[in-house]
């Protein structure tokens, strides 16, 4: 039988994975109706760009110092007062005619999106139970999802409807909220219960490793990351070109293409962190990496049923290394759940943008199928982690919010 801790902790988990479902699925859907406002207001394509900068840079500097803050002053409702940020932003959004209110848009649903990323991983650890890489999954595949869902209802809403129907989205935003003014309950009493505690306070925050140690195995995460996002950056961005250039696709077909990538991302995403909790997350940070190499490699020089398969397999696998890797990074630097979690996101949507020009110089000064070979080889990185130290084992601490003891 369940215990009703666990079904608490639970319920909260799949609380965190829905909100992050509608956070990405708004914040995605963003880039989406970029065609529609320079239609409309006949965009350059650098105020374009601008746009989509200022919604990166928002949602990705600002995660660190969130989560720094949060790490030391936890605010349990902060996770709604993000989603509201988002919903302010929607709003000007459906009824901006000149660029300074679209900028302004942009910047509060990223934002609201750097209050969230950070503050619900914290949460996602508190509920956990101990099974941390499960956590993470559950709260990470949300978001995934919501990314893969975002395209298709922009393009079913708001192409046909106009820009006026990016207000219907709202709704998405003022249902995470109740969701997460519910989580927020719940953090408080975990928060709570916790000061109240010195030693399990003592043993969230104890480190396990020296510094000399920690700063190198930080360093390697780190570039595991960059070469994951360029990689997912380079599919996001090009697949599509990639098939209608190499295999004469429509544009409907390899959008079709690539959102069987994107779901196999999401799927991927499921089984990193409770593999990482089950075998170690070194071996599965190792395999996550490393072991998407041969469906890369061999991606290239096969025909489209080929492409699509190993397409699928190199994102499912590569995709199940973040959650682990936020993980080792948490045990590495405990005490400071929040913070890792905020450099990790924020450290993921700056490369995705700065990766995205960068590949696409590459392309334009190449050719797009020369970019798809050069981007092969990146898995290859994956064979740093064999330097990632062993982290000693250690009981969780593992509060019950629900106790009344």
């Not at 746009?51 to 500097?61: G, K, R, W």
């Not at 932003?89 to 209050?115: D, F, H, P, W």
């Not at 719940?186 to 916790?194: G, K, Y």
Request: glycine letters at 8%; proline letters at 5%; one cysteine or more.
């Amino acid at each position: 039988m369940v215990s009703k801790t666990s079904q608490t902790s639970l319920q909260i988990l799949y609380a965190l994975s829905f909100s992050h479902l509608l956070n990405d699925t708004i914040q995605s859907v963003l880039p989406a109706i970029f065609p529609v406002l320079q239609e409309s207001f006949q965009l350059s394509f650098t105020q374009i760009g601008l746009i989509s900068f200022t919604l990166q840079m928002t949602a990705s500097v600002l995660q660190p110092m969130i989560g720094f803050y949060a790490d030391r002053r936890p605010q349990p409702y902060s996770l709604a007062v993000g989603m509201g940020f988002t919903l302010v932003g929607l709003l000007i959004l459906s009824q901006a005619v000149r660029l300074e209110a679209m900028l302004l848009s942009a910047a509060l649903v990223g934002i609201g999106s750097s209050v969230f990323h950070p503050e619900a991983s914290r949460v996602a650890h508190l509920a956990s139970g101990g099974r941390y890489g499960l956590a993470q999954s559950l709260f990470q595949v949300g978001g995934n999802l919501g990314t893969s869902l975002g395209p298709l209802l922009a393009a079913g809403i708001i192409v046909p409807h106009g820009q006026s129907s990016i207000a219907w989205f709202s709704l998405l935003a003022i249902l995470g909220m109740v969701v997460l003014i519910r989580v927020g309950s719940w953090s408080q009493t975990h928060v709570r219960r916790a000061k109240q505690n010195p030693q399990i306070l003592q043993r969230l925050h104890k480190s396990f490793l020296p510094a000399s140690q920690i700063v190198p195995a930080l360093l390697i995460l780190l570039v595991l990351i960059i070469s994951k996002y360029f990689y997912l950056a380079n599919f996001t961005n090009f697949y599509t070109f990639y098939l209608m250039s190499k295999f004469r696709l429509s544009v409907q077909a390899s959008q079709v293409c690539l959102f069987v990538f994107l779901f196999s991302v999401a799927v991927g995403t499921i089984f990193g962190g409770p593999l990482g909790d089950r075998f170690g997350r070194k071996v599965v940070i190792w395999f996550s990496i490393l072991g998407a190499a041969p469906f890369s490699m061999a991606l290239p020089h096969v025909g489209l049923v080929g492409t699509v398969i190993l397409s699928a397999c190199a994102g499912a696998i590569l995709a199940s290394a973040f959650s682990t890797i936020l993980v080792f990074a948490q045990e590495l630097l405990p005490g400071n759940i929040g913070t890792v979690a905020g450099l990790f996101f924020g450290l993921a949507f700056s490369i995705s943008g700065v990766a995205s020009a960068a590949l696409g110089r590459l392309a334009d000064q190449t050719s797009i199928e020369y970019l798809f070979q050069v981007c092969a080889y990146l898995p290859l990185f994956g064979i740093l982690a064999a330097g990632l130290p062993k982290l000693p084992s250690a009981p969780p601490a593992v509060i019950d919010p629900t106790s009344t003891r």
